[in-house]
């Protein structure tokens, strides 16, 4: 079956430090990979995808992710965390199955970045 | 880039009685829109796919009799809570598609916190 695990309910990182948002994927094909972002009560934001090319993905708000082939994981990535970047994260992956293409998503992962 | 809006953001409705929310593709069409909900703590569970002038297509286990959708026009897919009850109370997400194939983008709305007392 198709899925998508964030194994981290939450991640807690210091203000400035590099942080790591987990995710891995069990789908057939060459999926298309996601990562969204969800503040308190707003829907999902956009911050980059994976299709092909390059392993390492920049996106918005000075993320990137690393596509493992082998792995099959999708890792996000800052450098240096703000407080600000505190939200629930949402790995997601899109497939074709079944003459459409199917969109799952992650359980989520709380990033807590602490002052 | 593609704004997706949703109405109510906020919704208390009493147990039996139904709710409406709407989802608009604010500069763009979408034939294609996508009805989401997610529980507390949980992630986006897909209830409907919404093809504008045409019947949506509902995942299995939800009902399509107490969930209407309609997609009367290029730019509005409304959802429809029919006699709501308190399990219905949820965070309701609607998504657009835009483009074809295998490169289609989805934009997500703000969200709607419907809850059933």
């Known amino acids: 079956a198709q899925s998508v695990a964030q194994p981290e309910d939450q991640v807690n990182v210091a203000e400035g430090n590099p942080l790591t948002v987990k995710c891995t994927y069990s789908v057939s094909g060459n999926p298309y990979l996601f990562w969204y972002v969800q503040y308190p009560n707003r829907g999902l934001q956009f911050l980059l995808k994976y299709i092909t090319g390059d392993n390492l993905v920049k996106g918005s708000y000075g993320f990137e992710a690393e596509f493992n082939k082998s792995q099959t994981s999708f890792h996000l990535k800052k450098p240096s965390a703000l407080v600000s970047d505190s939200a629930l994260y949402f790995c997601?992956?899109?497939?074709?199955?079944?003459?459409?293409?199917?969109?799952?998503f992650g359980t989520g992962t709380r990033l807590k970045v602490l002052a | 880039g593609a704004v997706v809006s949703q109405h109510p953001s906020r919704v208390i409705c009493k147990s039996g009685t139904s709710v409406k929310i709407e989802c608009r593709s604010l500069d763009f069409q979408a034939t294609t829109m996508f009805w989401y909900r997610q529980f507390p703590k949980k992630s986006l569970m897909l209830m409907a796919t919404?093809?504008?002038?045409?019947?949506?297509?509902?995942e299995q286990g939800v009902e399509k009799d107490k969930f209407l959708i309609n997609h009367a026009s290029l730019t509005l897919s409304t959802l429809t809570v029919t006699s709501a009850h308190p399990e219905d109370s949820s965070f309701y997400i609607c998504?657009?598609?835009?483009?074809?194939?295998?490169?289609?983008?989805?934009?997500f709305g703000p969200g709607t916190r419907l809850t059933v007392t």
């Open positions: 997601a992956v899109r497939f074709f199955l079944g003459g459409t293409y199917k969109y799952i």
């Open positions: 998504s657009a598609r835009v483009g074809a194939g295998e490169s289609y983008e989805q934009y």
């Open positions: 919404s093809n504008e002038g045409s019947k949506a297509t509902y």
